[in-house]
């Protein structure tokens, strides 16, 4: 082999290998239903008891793969991007999987100013778009989409 051989090589190499690690740190998003969601208590108000459901939207770390490869990246070129300038929409189906409503609705991260409501109205109140960053992982917290919320003392639920 001459050396520009060689030299082209090591280029494709160089070049997949950076293909690779961009492609890894991408963001992974994950979602799953809370199984005990917070937030079934006292409103900040003192009214009722509300159930809440919420669903975790998760970045997926590196450090949790059991793949060596995956593990090998976090210790030297760090762990995924976070995912920013995240908004949701949500759709409610029937049990033939037909929208129940016309437009989605827009999501509401709990853990964020707007956290703070009012139900005494039984409306949540609406807004712009909320828009989140996701760091990979679960540190230092969860990030949570509230579903839809029930006050205790109505069969009614709001999403």
């Given at each position: 082999?001459?050396?520009?051989?060689?030299?082209?090589?090591?280029?494709?190499v160089i070049?997949?290998?950076?293909?690779?690690?961009?492609?890894?740190?991408?963001?992974?998003?994950?979602?799953?239903?809370?199984?005990?969601?917070?937030?079934?208590?006292?409103?900040?108000?003192?009214?009722?008891?509300?159930?809440?459901?919420?669903?975790?939207?998760?970045?997926?770390?590196?450090?949790?793969?059991?793949?060596?490869?995956?593990?090998?990246?976090?210790?030297?070129?760090?762990?995924r991007d976070?995912?920013?300038?995240?908004?949701?929409?949500?759709?409610?189906y029937d049990?033939?999987?037909?929208?129940?409503?016309?437009?989605?609705?827009?999501?509401?991260?709990?853990?964020?100013?707007?956290?703070?409501?009012?139900?005494?109205?039984?409306?949540?109140?609406?807004?712009?778009?909320?828009?989140?960053?996701?760091?990979?992982?679960?540190?230092?917290?969860?990030?949570?989409?509230?579903?839809?919320?029930?006050?205790?003392?109505?069969?009614?639920?709001?999403?």
């Amino acid at each position: 082999m001459d050396f520009i051989a060689i030299v082209g090589l090591l280029v494709a190499v160089i070049g997949l290998f950076g293909f690779v690690l961009a492609a890894k740190k991408k963001p992974k998003l994950s979602i799953s239903v809370e199984p005990n969601a917070p937030g079934s208590q006292k409103n900040n108000y003192g009214r009722s008891e509300c159930n809440w459901l919420h669903v975790i939207v998760k970045n997926e770390s590196l450090t949790d793969s059991t793949c060596l490869f995956d593990r090998k990246i976090v210790s030297r070129f760090g762990d995924r991007d976070n995912a920013t300038e995240c908004s949701a929409w949500i759709t409610f189906y029937d049990e033939k999987f037909s929208p129940i409503f016309e437009h989605p609705m827009e999501g509401r991260w709990s853990d964020t100013e707007s956290s703070n409501i009012d139900l005494s109205n039984g409306q949540l109140p609406k807004g712009l778009p909320e828009k989140v960053i996701i760091p990979p992982g679960t540190l230092p917290k969860p990030t949570r989409l509230d579903i839809a919320v029930r006050n205790k003392d109505k069969d009614e639920c709001y999403g």
